[in-house]
C-alpha cells in the first residue's frame, strides 16, 4: 500500500479540493506540537456515509470542549464529504474529517490567535481487524488506563486522547494481537484503543458505562438495534475477573464496525449467534 502522503486523488482541504499530495500543513502546525485537534472517522457504504451529520456535529462538540470553534458548518462539512467522495470515485469508503489548531503567530501553550484549520480525506479502508469477524479478534489487555473524567475531555474526539490508545496497539501487536482491552482509572473495564466493547451472558448483554471513555455512535446504534430486538442492555461498571464468564463479546466502532472477539488476555469467548447476528443486521442497516 502507497504511503498515506503519496496518493492520487483529492483531500478538502480549508474550503477547496486540493491534489491529495499536495494537502499539508507547516512543521509548526500547533496541533502537531500540542494536541490542539479533533476527528472523525466514518464510513460510507453505498454512496452513503452512515450517520454522516451526526459525525459533523460531534467534530464542532469535540472542538468546542477543547477550546476552539471550526468556522465552517455542519452543512459545509456534509457537503465537503460528498464532494471528497464524488471527486475521488469512492462508493464504499473511510471518510476522515479532522479540524486542527493552525501554524499562526502563537507557538506556546496558547494559540487563539492561530487559525482554526479543517480538512476531510477518504480512501478504501477493509475490515479493520482483517479476519477476525469469522475468527474472533485477539485482545492483549493494556497496562496504560483510561485518564479520570476530570483529566481530560473524554466525551470529545480528541486526537491527544489516543497517544496512550496507540501505546497500547502497539504493545498488542508486538504479541501478535490484534488490539488491547484497556481499563479505566479505577481499574472497570473501559474500551478498546478506538472500540467500545460488549459482552454476552446468559442472553443479556453487557457493556461499560461510558463515564470516562467515548460513547460511540455505533455503540449507540447497537445498543438500539439490541433493544429492538427485546435483548436486555446493562450498562454498567464492568470488573476485569467477570471476564472468566462472559461467553460472547464484540467490538463496536466505525472503522471496527461489529467485530467479534475470540480472546481477551487468558479468557476465552465464542463467536456466538448473538455477536453473528449483530454483526450481519449491522451490515444491512448501514447499507439500508
Known amino acids: 500500500m502507497p504511503a498515506y502522503d503519496d496518493r492520487d486523488g483529492k483531500i478538502w482541504l480549508d474550503g477547496a479540493l486540493v491534489a491529495w499530495r499536495d494537502a499539508q500543513v507547516h512543521v509548526l502546525t500547533h496541533g502537531l506540537h500540542y494536541a490542539s485537534s479533533v476527528f472523525e472517522g466514518e464510513r460510507a457504504y453505498g454512496g452513503r456515509i452512515f450517520e454522516s451529520r451526526r459525525h459533523s456535529e460531534r467534530l464542532h462538540f469535540s472542538a468546542r470542549e477543547i477550546d476552539f470553534e471550526i468556522p465552517w458548518s455542519v452543512d459545509r462539512i456534509e457537503a465537503a464529504k460528498a464532494e471528497v467522495l464524488k471527486a475521488n470515485d469512492l462508493s464504499d469508503a473511510y471518510v476522515r474529517a479532522v479540524a486542527w489548531r493552525g501554524a499562526g503567530p502563537e507557538m ?22 482483517g479476519d477476525a469477524k469469522t475468527k474472533g ?11 479520570a473524567p ?23 501487536e508486538a504479541k501478535g494481537c490484534s488490539d488491547a482491552l484497556m481499563m479505566d482509572y479505577r481499574g472497570y473495564v473501559a474500551e478498546a484503543t478506538g472500540a467500545n466493547v460488549f459482552f454476552v451472558k446468559d442472553g443479556e448483554v453487557h457493556t461499560p458505562l461510558p463515564d470516562c471513555f467515548l460513547d460511540g455512535i455505533t455503540r449507540r446504534t447497537v445498543i438500539g438495534m439490541l433493544r429492538d430486538r427485546q435483548i436486555a442492555v446493562h450498562e454498567r461498571h464492568v470488573m476485569p475477573d467477570e471476564l472468566e464468564g462472559f461467553e460472547q ?7 471496527a464496525e461489529v467485530t467479534p472477539v475470540g480472546e481477551i488476555g487468558p479468557y476465552r ?14 451490515e444491512a442497516l448501514v447499507r439500508a
Open 150 to 172: 476530570d483529566t481530560a475531555p473524554f466525551r470529545a474526539k480528541a486526537a491527544g486522547l489516543y497517544m496512550i490508545a496507540t501505546m497500547s496497539k502497539h504493545a498488542a
Open 269 to 282: 469467548f465464542e463467536v456466538g449467534a448473538m455477536a453473528r447476528d449483530i454483526a450481519d443486521a449491522y
Open 249 to 255: 463479546c464484540w467490538l463496536t466502532g466505525t472503522a
Open 108 to 129: 506556546g501553550v496558547a494559540s487563539r490567535a492561530n487559525p482554526v484549520r479543517l480538512a476531510v480525506a477518504a480512501w478504501h479502508w477493509g475490515n479493520y481487524y
Open 137 to 147: 479478534a485477539r485482545l492483549d489487555v493494556a497496562k496504560w488506563r483510561r485518564p
